[in-house]
């Protein structure tokens, strides 16, 4: 059996998903309510049998840190692992100046692992993927570089690095945020974009980023540095993601993946939790997403004094361990552990992260409300635009945000 590492990538500021990476790493933020956005590719590797994973941490990690040393320890005695790396500084006085850099700082790990193959995936995106397949695919080509590819939209195009591919599977050309994306062959309304996930031979991989690493010009990014250059000299295949099946897996869900690159992408991939029949399936346990257990309470619902409408109840919605819907009304939300909804209050549309108490008598819709924040008895949030604006941080799409702690009167 080949000898396989995964390094994950896991320290980008992550600015668009600002303010909820005011005090953490993107790949930390949390999702569907009880987990962590890199919770879904550890558990796409733990599941496909992957179990050495380093995952490449910069800014604002401690969050992201603490996660993985509580929530991700694997049997030591099998060298089982998932560590975190600290950006190191050990080629300068640098932080990482891109993604290609992060792998050149850190040669180290391919040194002393000795890997056949290597896997650079990011951090920061859901989706479900066995990676072995990609694998199987990668040596059936005998191929340098693979990198995983999936159609989006093309009007999406300039958000991604845009591959245009032969009949065999081979990359012919690779074009990184392009102003106007090349349409897909026989579908002009998509273009194939890469999915930020590589699978190197280590060989292939070590000489790149040290090449780039010389070059004082150059972005040091993978799309950019490495792949826009690496396919005109050696053989680089494209890996149909959308091919890619799993155990429990359902037809509606192949080709899942959403890169919650922005608030309102973040936003609407929770809210396809909650609807009846998911796209994305949480509870597929034969490819289950791992995170770190609680020792918390069953969720609580209480009163059910009808005749005065103080009835604790919540409808399609996702709600976590530990918390309290007293006398309140919960629709269509994503409720995180430790979360207090009191008497008369209304949510809907909404996302709370952990230890968020809603008053009396409040109304939320369409809100992301951040860990530790207490909302007063009797506010109203979510239905008027220019007061929401005035005091919080409101998308383009109209999704109001409250940060971390936020003292809200």
Known sequence: MSKLLAMILAGGAGTRLEPLTRERAKPAVPFGGRYRIIDFVLSNFANSGVYRMKVLTQYKSDSLNNHLSRAWRMTAFLGHYVEAVPAQMR?????????????????????DEEPDHIFVFGADHVYRMDVRKMLDFHIEQKAACTVAAIPVPIEQGREFGII?????GRMLEFLEKPKDPPPMPGNPKMCLASMGNYLFTTDTLVKQVVRDAADETSAHDFGKSIISELYKHEPVYVYDFAQNTLSGQEEKERGYWRDVGNIDVYYQSNMDLVEVDPIFNLYNDRWPIHTQPN???????VFADADNKRVGKATDSLVAEGCIISGGSVHRSVLSPKVR?????????????????????????RAIIDKNVEIPPGMTIGYDAAEDKRRFHVTSGGVVVIPKGMKVT
Request: with cysteine; proline share 5%.
């Open 164 to 168: 245009k591919v032969g009949p065999d």
């Open 295 to 301: 020792n918390y309470p069953p969720a609580k619902f």
């Open 91 to 111: 080629t300068g006085l640098d932080w990482y100046k891109g993604s290609a850099d992060a792998i050149y700082q850190n040669l180290n790990i391919i040194t």
């Open 341 to 365: 909804v009191n008497s008369y209050s209304e949510v809907e549309d909404s996302i709370l992260f952990e230890n968020v108490t809603i008053g009396r008598r409040c109304r939320i819709k």
